[in-house]
T-cell receptor, first 117, second 107 residues
Framework: GAVVSQHPSWVICKSGTSVKIECRSL??????MFWYRQFPKQSLMLMAT?????????EQGVEKDKFLINHASLTLSTLTVTSAHPEDSSFYIC?????????????FGDGTRLSIL | DAKTTQPNSMESNEEEPVHLPCNHS???????IHWYRQLPSQGPEYVIH???SNVNNRMASLAIAEDRKSSTLILHRATLRDAAVYYC????????FGKGTKLTVNP
């Protein structure tokens, strides 16, 4: 079945560091991928839509210069948290859908736990 | 994206059926109804989705009201591994998560 892989699974780094998270669709192509953030005991919050070959679309209140998204190929999107601070610590999750097949569901990665010290 | 309403929590006993309701009265005519579930510290897992007709797969059944303003996810025999937060969403592309229903399964 459709698989979405995220890397890394978890990362701990110092405040001020930039962190890159990868999201790959392993057996299908995705022109669109989605990035979510989830704080403890809360639901997933959609951050942005990653569009292959063009700029990402950010949800209201999400800083595009803080969360850089690159979707350079049909199987890879990256989210870079720039100059991360403790308040950016969260669970980041991506999703993708097979764009060549109509009516297919989104599949989610296993998430990346980001902890900023 | 359709606004959805789900009970905050539900409880079931192992090996009994579970019916998880969802209201999505603002869903558009072309939006699919999606159900996902999430275990702690994991990404959401796809359960089932449908447009108008009822749907069955190996995990669950989805019963969609004729007016499409509500749907019910049916787990035919709950197991302890079914304990999770269940989310229903209406959408065609991006999915907006509500608070979901936390399902507890008692042994």
């Amino acid at each position: 079945g459709a698989v979405v892989s995220q890397h890394p699974s978890w990362v701990i780094c110092k405040s001020g560091t930039s962190v890159k998270i990868e999201c790959r669709s392993l057996d299908f192509q995705a022109t669109t991928m989605f990035w979510y953030r989830q704080f403890p005991k809360q639901s997933l919050m959609l951050m942005a839509t990653s569009n292959e070959g063009s700029k990402a679309t950010y949800e209201q209140g999400v800083e595009k210069d803080k969360f850089l998204i690159n979707h350079a190929s049909l199987t890879l999107s990256t989210l870079t948290v720039t100059s991360a601070h403790p308040e950016d610590s969260s669970f980041y999750i991506c999703s993708a859908r097979d764009s060549e097949r109509v009516g297919q569901p989104q599949h989610f990665g296993d998430g990346t736990r980001l902890s900023i010290l | 994206d359709a606004k959805t309403t789900q009970p905050n929590s539900m409880e079931s006993n192992e090996e009994e059926p579970v019916h998880l309701p969802c209201n999505h009265s603002t869903i558009s005519g072309t939006d699919y109804i999606h159900w996902y579930r999430q275990l702690p510290s994991q990404g959401p897992e796809y359960v089932i989705h449908g447009l108008t007709s009822n749907v069955n797969n190996r995990m669950a059944s989805l019963a969609i009201a004729e007016d499409r303003k509500s749907s019910t996810l049916i787990l035919h025999r709950a197991t302890l591994r079914d304990a999770a937060v269940y989310y229903c969403m209406g959408g065609s592309e991006k999915l907006v998560f509500g608070k979901g229903t936390k399902l507890t399964v008692n042994p």
